[in-house]
């Protein structure tokens, strides 16, 4: 690095005498050399090689100092939230740490497809070991969701295998997180326990992958708040409620301030922010997640109830939650001190825009008579249960798609960390997981529980622990995966290969191939309900397995597909399970896949350029494209 010169002085370029000894590096000071190699340009190679020239540079490229530091944050931008400002730490030991705990975690995810291809693909198939592994490496987890982040976020269009179970890894680290904090809020004092903040960690669980935080929600019901107070002060300037500020607790005790309250809040909320309940997507589970109510200004009775008491209560109106049957309410007591009397308060429907109802009124929005305990306030616990119990319903709805197992999953583990011995409920997660073939250690553990809380269930119980068990024998000896050349002579009718984009003739979807047979494998049942018959050849032709662009797996006749005109991706969640890249016109298999289908690959890219890449007279750089039948639309099979 010293570039000094031993002998004669030497002139400088501009005729002046130049002192050689002015030429070293290492002479300048040690925040000058500092600032020098955090140039942007200089990569954590190019500094370990620096700091091996001379004690003196070794030295200026110590752990503590600002090299090694910037040289970190330029690495791991999205890890700085987790030091404090001006913290003095090792960084390059944490460089370390962290450059080891990406490889060990990107070694472990592309293990994964080898050891889990095989099985049927189902919802969360990837449990148990897979996670066990990246927790045990006992590093911080804000290590290990970096790395599954970066993997996620490289190259949209490589990598997708990988991609896809780094997915699924953060997924399950990320609700295990979310639990846990659920668990700590519910051990907190029933009065200090927000149901705000109970709906944002069942958004959150729900939604793991999503930007969803306590701060950004508070922030912009904060916004509303401030909106409200605005609309008071025009109407009253000396009102109480504005004086509180952002987190106090005042209480309004005069019922006519209380009242400008919530005619203002009302006013706001449905006038101005246009919120209304969702009465034609009524069952749509985003309705449930608070950050979608605050997105698209509109939700169900109970999600809009909690942003409704919520407000209230920042403006110092107390509202209570109502569990009332099939229609969430609040309720505002119009008395000095609480009553018990139903009478006594006003019912306020958050759903219809905030209109007040008396007792009797709110039994005509469900057309029947109640008793007066449905009109008693209920904690925050309760009104959680009654949320997640909304989901549980929405996914029990559902069309036996991966969304619907994934809500229905996801709403029992919530509801069974609240109500943790609820035996009904324990049962359906026991079956759910069993039906979908996942994690049949836990299942074995939840059964176990069910039988200590409620032995007259032995007979259910004793049913999913045998096939349980020998689902588990199964897994230790797993049958070879048949391997399907296309050379083979019953194999020579099947036309398309593995990763061709199709185009379904009659239904008119995008899909694209990851399995094929040479002949219908489904069931009679199957081939009647689906009128295969009605084909021209009926089931006695190849049959595919598609992905399709609307998230559905389905299985096509040969003669209802065609290769696509102008290839596209394929939006579907399933794609890295089989396919490593997509390359404009087609998706590549990925190891396993090719493994299994080992002479579609070569057939694929014949395909390809035959279809996309060959010229016609005339065209000039135009590829010619495949025909497409838009004449008959009548679906005969998937």
Same mark, same amino acid.
């Given at each position: ?13 501009? /005729? ?65 939230? @987790? ?11 944490? &460089? ?46 804000? @290590? ?7 993997? =996620? ?70 916004? !509303? ?22 987190? /106090? ?30 009465? @034609?997507?009524? &069952? ?9 109510? =605050? ?98 319903? !929405? ?22 960390? !609240? ?18 073939? !996942? ?23 004793? &049913? ?35 990763? =061709? ?26 081939? #009647? ?55 404009? #016109? ?29 010229? #016609? ?22």
């Amino acid at each position: 690095m010293a570039t000094s010169v031993v002998g004669e002085v030497q002139p400088s370029l501009n /005729g002046i005498i130049s002192d050689p000894q002015t030429k070293k590096l290492t002479d300048l000071p040690s925040e000058l050399l500092e600032h020098i190699l955090c140039f942007p340009v200089l990569k954590h190679v190019d500094i370990c090689n620096v700091s091996s020239c001379c004690k003196r540079l070794h030295d200026v490229c110590h752990g503590r100092g600002k090299v090694w530091g910037h040289q970190y944050k330029l690495r791991w931008p999205r890890l700085q939230r @987790f030091y404090r400002q001006n913290e003095s730490c090792d960084w390059l030991r944490e &460089y370390k740490t962290r450059h080891r705990v990406g490889i060990q975690i990107r070694r472990t995810v592309e293990s994964i497809s080898k050891r889990f291809f095989t099985e049927v693909p189902c919802v969360g198939q990837v449990l148990g070991d897979s996670f066990a592994e990246i927790e045990s490496l006992g590093m911080p987890e804000h @290590f290990c969701e970096d790395e599954l982040l970066f993997i =996620l976020t490289s190259d949209k269009r490589k990598s997708l295998t990988l991609k896809y179970y780094a997915k699924k890894i953060l997924y399950f680290l990320r609700q295990q997180n979310i639990l846990r904090s659920l668990k700590t809020f519910l051990e907190q004092p029933a009065e200090q326990q927000s149901a705000l903040e109970g709906a944002i960690l069942v958004d959150q669980y729900c939604n793991p992958l999503a930007d969803v935080t306590l701060e950004s929600i508070s922030a912009q019901v904060d916004e !509303i708040t401030e909106k409200v107070k605005k609309m008071l002060r025009i109407k009253n300037p000396s009102h109480p409620s504005l004086r509180i500020a952002q987190g /106090g607790c005042f209480v309004v005790e005069d019922f006519d301030l209380q009242r400008q309250v919530v005619c203002a809040l009302n006013s706001v909320l449905y006038e101005q922010l246009q919120y209304k309940g969702n009465e @034609f997507d009524y &069952y749509n589970p985003l309705n449930s997640y608070i950050h979608q109510v =605050l997105l698209r200004h509109t939700g169900i009775p109970i999600s809009l109830s909690v942003l409704y008491m919520t407000l209230a209560r920042k403006l110092g109106v107390e509202l209570e939650p109502v569990n009332f049957p099939n229609h969430f309410l609040l309720r505002w007591c119009q008395k000095p001190r609480r009553s018990e009397d139903i009478y006594d308060y006003v019912y306020i429907d958050a759903f219809g825009k905030g209109k007040q109802l008396t007792a009797k009124e709110c039994e005509y929005l469900i057309g029947h008579q109640v008793t007066a305990e449905y009109y008693s306030a209920i904690s925050t616990t309760e009104v959680l249960l009654r949320m997640v119990g909304n989901l549980l319903n !929405i996914g029990k709805r559902g069309e036996g798609n991966e969304k619907s197992y994934q809500l229905l999953r996801d709403s029992l583990d919530l509801y069974l960390t !609240i109500n943790p011995d609820n035996v009904q409920y324990l049962l359906l997660q026991a079956r759910l997981y069993f039906h979908l073939g !996942i994690w049949p250690e836990k299942v074995l553990d939840i059964l176990q529980h069910i039988q200590a809380l409620d032995p007259s269930q032995h007979g259910a119980v004793g &049913y999913l622990v045998q096939h349980t068990l020998e689902h588990i024998q199964h897994k230790k000896h797993p049958v070879t995966p048949e391997v399907k050349k296309r050379s083979a002579p019953e194999h020579l009718e099947v036309q398309y290969s593995v990763g =061709l984009i199709m185009k379904h003739k009659r239904s008119g979807y995008n899909c694209v191939i990851y399995g094929w047979d040479p002949k219908c494998t489904m069931s009679q049942e199957w081939i #009647t309900t689906m009128r295969v018959h009605q084909l021209s050849n009926g089931a006695n032709q190849p049959f595919y397995n598609v992905l399709v662009q609307d998230g559905t797996c389905r299985y096509a006749a040969q003669e209802n597909l065609e290769p696509h005109s102008a290839p596209l991706e394929i939006g579907h969640p399933e794609v890295g399970r089989y396919f490593s890249e997509f390359v404009d #016109t087609h998706y590549v298999a990925n190891e396993e896949l090719q493994t299994r289908y080992p002479e579609d690959l070569n057939e694929t890219l014949g395909t390809v350029q035959e279809l996309y890449h060959r010229l #016609t007279p005339g065209s000039g750089n135009q590829a010619q494209a495949p025909g497409t039948d838009q004449n008959n639309h009548q679906a005969a099979a998937m």
